[in-house]
């Protein structure tokens, strides 16, 4: 096998070394087993004859998966020209027609979601109820766009002016990029996507350089309905590469709306370069988010949101919870509570029935935890458990951890960043409940947030006005596992942008006001008179 590796990696065919947890025929299910092309553009791939090849290994046991080509400059040009050419036509495709695709995609996601969430929990490394579950997202938000192709609707007017009528309309925008991060790798492009698609507009996907695997997979997942419908190329694309692509993406007129998601720092990036020419730019970035425990919390329902929240993705959720904000009265029986859960965590290979925990998505990852873990304890912070990074039998990847429970002070320069990994800052607080929400807003990021108290008075204050600043607020539950129903998205760094449900469908469409005179006059607004 070592040999059809080298082989292989002279002539950029793809191999898969090896068939743990039946990742092979998962691969052959998918139709991706040779995966030599660098970009599609729906039915058909291209840039083969790439000479970058890169390896795609797993972070859960450091095995080869697959390689990728990364595309060029000129893999670019080709995808934008094709995607410009099909919005020509797919804008005037009638709006519940585009629905009727989206919808036969779901279908195939369904078909494929044991697949595809597979080989998202291994290329990825998430566990695989959670890499089904992402798959489920998939399928909510196309049936969620399925509805919301007959109801892309604009208010109507009265006019000021006799005999006339105003109203406004949503037309397609045109391309959209798309640059997804490697934690959600498949659900953020379907947010994205399917929305963008029931609103006549064409996508152009770059996931994430960590997770091209997945990527491809969806790619031939939804070939076949655009085969079958005759559909031209260019509404769906993806083109892998890393930041360079991206980079062309965000500087390129043609891209009327790009969405990002990932960092802060990308975030920063990626707006300015849009920002500068007048784009749009849809930017879902990093969170520090936090749950508030009151003296009124039911402590037994806290402790198990606090743990799906702060270990599950093994801390790599943009809305993983980071900071726990706790009442002194309770504080004591909060910690002692997650001291004893926190050794019992079951961490090991996310494809093993009962792991909860699976590792991070590689060594650099690994780096960012621990040196965070030093940098809270030299500014006075105390590591309470965990913080290990786990070696022997099942973890030689070197990217398992054991997730770490910190007590620390919410103006640590360490607590106020966002450490990609599972760390829970314990803070503790006194007094009423303001004190507490002032401590949960007082950080740069603004994604998730959310209260465990029975006290109608502490929850409503946490929703008011003077409340969480966040652009999600729960009540006792926690600050992970957001519906597709509701705008997703947050504040502050986080970048301000919303996707999903809701009414996030706007930003992919141009918005339009009319002003019909049906009368026999040309009245000016405002009264004003210009009669020569
Ligand atoms: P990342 O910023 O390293 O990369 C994300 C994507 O941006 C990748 O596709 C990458 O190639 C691209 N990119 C990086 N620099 C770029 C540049 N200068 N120009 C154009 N593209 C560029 O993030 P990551 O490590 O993949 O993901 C983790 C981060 O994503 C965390 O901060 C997390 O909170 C955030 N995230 C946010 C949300 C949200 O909805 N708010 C969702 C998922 C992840």
């Given amino acids: 096998m070592k040999q059809a590796i080298e082989e292989a990696t002279a002539t950029g065919t ?16 998918l139709g991706i087993q040779e995966i030599n092309a660098a970009y599609s553009t729906g039915l058909q791939w291209g840039g083969e004859s790439n000479e970058q090849v890169r390896s795609i290994s797993s972070p859960t046991d450091g095995k080869l998966i697959g390689k990728v080509r990364m595309a060029t400059a000129q893999d670019y040009e080709q995808v934008v020209t094709t995607a410009q050419e099909a919005f020509k036509s797919w804008r005037l495709v009638p709006a519940p027609k585009r629905g009727e695709i989206v919808r036969q995609i779901g279908n195939k996601l369904r078909e494929y979601k044991e697949p595809l969430g597979k080989l998202v929990s291994y290329e990825m490394g998430k566990i695989l109820q959670e890499g089904l579950g992402e798959v489920q997202e998939m399928i909510d938000i196309c049936d969620f ?64 350089e960590k997770t091209p695997l997945v990527a491809v997979a969806v790619q031939h997942i939804i070939k076949d309905v ?4 005759e559909l031209p190329e260019g509404i769906f694309s993806v083109i ?36 500068a020419r007048l784009g749009k730019a849809l930017l879902e970035l990093g969170g520090n988010n936090a749950i508030i425990l009151t003296p009124h919390a039911d402590l037994d329902m806290a402790i198990r949101a606090v743990l799906f929240g702060a270990v599950g993705t093994a801390g790599q959720r943009c809305t993983t919870t980071r900071r ?57 912070g105390t590591l309470l458990t965990g913080g290990q990074v786990l070696s022997g039998p099942g973890y030689e990847t070197g990217t398992y951890v054991q997730p770490a429970l910190v007590e620390a002070k919410n103006e640590y320069h360490t607590v106020q960043e966002e450490t990609f990994a599972p760390i829970l800052y314990l803070i503790k607080y006194s007094g009423g409940v303001e004190n507490a929400i002032e401590l949960q807003n007082g950080v740069r990021q603004g994604l998730s947030s959310s209260i465990f108290s029975l006290n109608l008075r502490e929850t409503e204050a946490f929703l ?8 999600i607020a729960n009540v006792n539950i926690g600050t992970s596992g957001a519906e597709i129903g509701g705008a997703f998205g947050g504040e502050k760094e986080t970048g301000g942008g ?16 009319n002003t019909l005179n049906f009368g026999t006059q040309l009245p000016l607004a405002q009264g004003i008179k210009f009669d020569i």
């Fill in 324 to 380: 726990l904000i706790i009442h002194e009265d309770v504080y004591e029986d909060v910690k002692q509570r997650l001291l004893s859960a926190y050794p019992k965590l079951p961490i090991g290979h996310p494809l093993q029935d009962g792991n909860l925990v699976g590792p991070l998505i590689d060594t650099d990852a690994v780096q960012g935890f621990t040196k965070a873990l030093e940098a809270v304890q030299a500014e006075g």
């Fill in 498 to 513: 919303r996707e999903s449900g809701s009414d996030a469908w706007r930003i992919y469409m141009r918005r339009q006001t």
């Fill in 226 to 229: 655009l085969a079958e419908n």
């Fill in 145 to 208: 766009a399925v509805g919301l192709s007959r109801q892309l609707h604009g208010l109507t007017m009265h006019s000021e002016r006799p005999a006339h009528r105003m109203y406004e309309q949503y037309h397609p925008l045109g391309l959209v990029g798309i640059i997804s991060a490697f934690n959600f790798p498949v659900a953020v492009w379907s947010w994205n996507a399917m929305l963008a698609a029931v609103c006549g507009d064409v996508s152009i996907w770059k996931p994430s």
């Fill in 464 to 471: 008011s006005h003077a409340g969480s600043d966040c652009g």
């Fill in 240 to 275: 892998i590469g890393d930041a360079e692509i991206g980079g062309l993406m965000a500087a390129d007129e043609r891209v009327p709306l790009v969405s990002a998601t990932g960092s802060t720092r990308m975030g920063k990036k990626v707006g300015a370069v849009v920002g």
């Fill in 14 to 29: 793809d191999v898969i070394d090896h068939d743990h947890h039946g990742i092979r025929q998962v691969l052959q299910e």
